[in-house]
C-alpha cells in the first residue's frame, strides 16, 4: 500500500481542499494507520465499544465510490448513477471513495488500512450528475430516502443561494418528511457565506478544524454553520486501493456524517433533528467562544466529541432539534431521550460548555382552547377590536379638522427662502461629483463602469 502528500486541488464541485498525488515509498503495515491521528482524537477503542454504527445506510452523493477498495470491500452497496453509466461504482475521481472511507472503512488485514467512525455501517453511493453534466443532488437525495438511507452525506457544493433551486429545497423536505438527516458541507472558499446545499434550510451544515481545534483557514463561515469536525492533514483512501491526505469541509461533513451513523444506531427512536441536537449539544467549545452567542458563524455551536454524543444524557428534545425549514415542520413523536449518563470523552478544547436550550417551534396544537375558556378569549378580543376601531375613527375625524385650519406652506419657486431646510446636493446635478464606481472593494478608474461579479462571491472568486 502507499500513503502520499497532496498537491492537486480536486474539482469544482467536491469539496476537498487538496489531494496529494506525488510518488511515495510503500508504507510499511501500520504507516496509514498510524497516520489517522482522528483515531486517537475521537478514541475509537472507546466509541466503539458503544456503536459502530450497524444497520445504518448513510448515502454518499458524490464522484462515485471504488467498492473494490479493499478498507469497503463489503461495506459499499450497488447505488445509483441518474445518468444510467454505473459511475456510482465507477468513480470519476477520488472523493466519492474517501468520503466513504471516513464514514465507514473496516481496514484489512492485521491493522493495514484506514478506518472510518462508522466501520458497521453500509455505504450507498449515489452519483452527483446527469449525463447532461447538470446537478442530480435533488433526485440523489429522493433516490437515497427511498432506498433506505438514514444519513445523506453531501460533501460538496455551489454558489447558489438558500431557497434559489426549488427541486433542492423540495428534496431537502423530503428526506424532512421521512427522517433522513442531511449533512452539508460550509464550502472552502475563505467566504462569509456558505456554499449550497449547505445553506439550505434543514441541512446540518459543518466546518473544518484541524487536530487543536483551530478553524481551517479556508473554511466557509455564516449563520448556518452548526457545528465543525476535523478536517485538516485527514488520511483518506482513495480509488484503486490507494491512500491520500487531504483539507477541507468535505472530510469535516464525511466526519459528521460518520457520528450520526454511530447514534442512530445507538439511538433508533430519535429523530434526524435529534440526533443532530445530540450532536450540537455535546461538543467541545473552543476557549474563545465560553460565554459568546451560539451558533458562531465560524465554529457553530462546536467541535464534535463523539464519546460523549454517544454517552452525555441528552433529552431528546423537540423533533426538529437545530434543524429549520421542513424539519421544524415535522411532529415530534413521543419519544424518550434514550440518553445514559458517560464520563468525558474524545479530545477537545476542553469541556463541552452548555448550550442554549433548543424550543420546539409551536405547532397548531399550541393555541388550542377549550370549553368556556375559549369564549371568554374571542369576546374579550372582539371587544378590544370595537375599542380600536372607535379609537382610529376619533383620531383621524381630529386630524382632518386640524389639517382644514391650516393652509398647507407654499415652497418658494426659486431656492429656499430663509429658515427653510436646504435639500442634500444630489450627485450628478449643479457641478456635485458622481460617487465613485466599486471594483471588488477598489475604486475603479476615472470613465469606467461598476463591475458586477458574476460569480456571487465577492472579487476573485472563481467560478464552480
Not at 496529494?20 to 508504507?27: E, H, I, R, V
Not at 470491500?73 to 474517501?98: E, I, M, Q, W
Not at 488485514?109 to 466501520?119: F, I, S, T
Request: proline share 10%.
Amino acid at each position: 500500500m502507499t500513503l502520499t502528500k497532496a498537491l492537486r486541488v480536486l474539482g469544482a464541485t467536491t469539496l476537498t481542499g487538496a489531494l496529494l498525488f506525488s510518488a511515495a515509498p510503500t508504507a510499511s503495515a501500520d504507516q496509514v494507520r498510524d497516520a489517522q491521528w482522528t483515531n486517537a482524537y475521537f478514541d475509537l477503542d472507546k466509541v466503539w465499544s458503544v456503536s459502530k454504527g450497524d444497520g445504518v445506510t448513510v448515502a454518499v452523493i458524490d464522484s462515485g465510490v471504488d467498492a473494490s477498495h479493499p478498507d469497503l470491500a463489503g461495506s459499499v452497496l450497488p447505488g445509483y448513477d441518474p445518468g444510467g453509466r454505473g459511475l456510482n461504482t465507477k468513480p470519476t475521481d477520488d472523493h466519492g471513495t474517501s468520503m466513504a472511507g471516513i464514514i465507514a472503512a473496516h481496514g484489512h488485514g492485521n491493522g493495514d488500512g484506514v478506518v472510518g467512525l462508522a466501520p458497521g455501517a453500509k455505504i450507498l453511493p449515489v452519483y452527483k450528475g446527469k449525463q447532461d453534466g447538470t446537478s442530480a443532488v435533488p433526485e440523489g437525495i429522493k433516490w437515497a430516502v427511498d432506498h433506505g438511507a438514514k444519513v445523506i452525506n453531501l460533501s460538496l457544493g455551489t454558489s447558489a443561494q438558500a431557497g434559489s433551486r426549488s427541486a433542492l429545497t423540495e428534496a431537502v423536505a423530503y428526506a424532512a418528511e421521512h427522517d433522513v438527516l442531511i449533512v452539508g458541507a460550509a464550502g472552502n472558499e475563505s467566504l462569509k457565506t456558505v456554499d449550497s446545499p449547505g445553506n439550505e434550510p434543514g441541512v446540518l451544515a459543518v466546518t473544518a478544524v484541524d487536530k487543536n481545534g483551530a478553524i481551517w483557514p479556508r473554511a466557509n463561515s455564516g449563520a448556518e454553520v452548526r457545528i465543525a469536525a476535523p478536517g485538516v492533514d485527514i488520511v483518506i483512501a482513495c480509488a484503486d486501493g490507494k491512500y491520500c491526505i487531504g483539507d477541507g469541509t468535505s472530510e469535516a461533513t464525511a466526519y459528521v456524517s460518520g457520528a450520526a451513523a454511530l447514534i442512530r444506531a445507538k439511538y433508533p427512536q430519535l429523530t434526524a433533528g435529534q440526533v443532530a441536537n445530540r450532536l450540537v449539544k455535546t461538543v467541545q467549545l473552543p476557549t474563545s467562544l465560553q460565554g459568546a452567542k451560539l451558533p458562531d458563524p465560524h465554529y457553530g455551536y462546536g467541535i464534535l466529541s463523539l464519546y460523549d454524543a454517544l454517552t452525555k444524557d441528552v433529552p431528546a428534545g423537540p423533533s426538529q432539534g437545530p434543524l429549520t425549514g421542513a424539519f421544524a415542520a415535522t411532529p415530534a413523536p413521543a419519544t424518550t431521550s434514550g440518553a445514559t449518563t458517560g464520563a468525558a470523552g474524545s479530545g477537545g478544547a476542553g469541556p463541552a460548555s452548555p448550550l442554549p436550550s433548543l424550543q420546539p417551534v409551536p405547532g397548531k396544537d399550541a393555541v388550542k382552547s377549550s370549553g368556556s375558556g375559549a369564549v371568554v378569549l374571542v369576546a374579550a378580543v372582539g371587544g378590544i377590536l370595537v375599542l380600536l376601531v372607535v379609537v382610529v375613527i376619533v383620531v383621524a375625524t381630529a386630524r382632518r379638522r386640524r389639517a382644514a385650519s391650516v393652509p398647507p406652506p407654499v415652497q418658494p419657486p426659486y431656492g429656499a427662502a430663509p429658515g427653510w431646510p436646504q435639500a442634500p446636493p444630489q450627485y450628478g446635478s449643479q457641478g456635485q461629483p458622481a460617487p465613485p464606481q466599486q471594483y471588488g472593494g477598489q475604486v475603479a478608474p476615472p470613465g469606467y463602469p461598476p463591475q458586477q461579479n458574476p460569480y456571487g462571491h465577492g472579487g476573485g472568486q472563481p467560478p464552480r
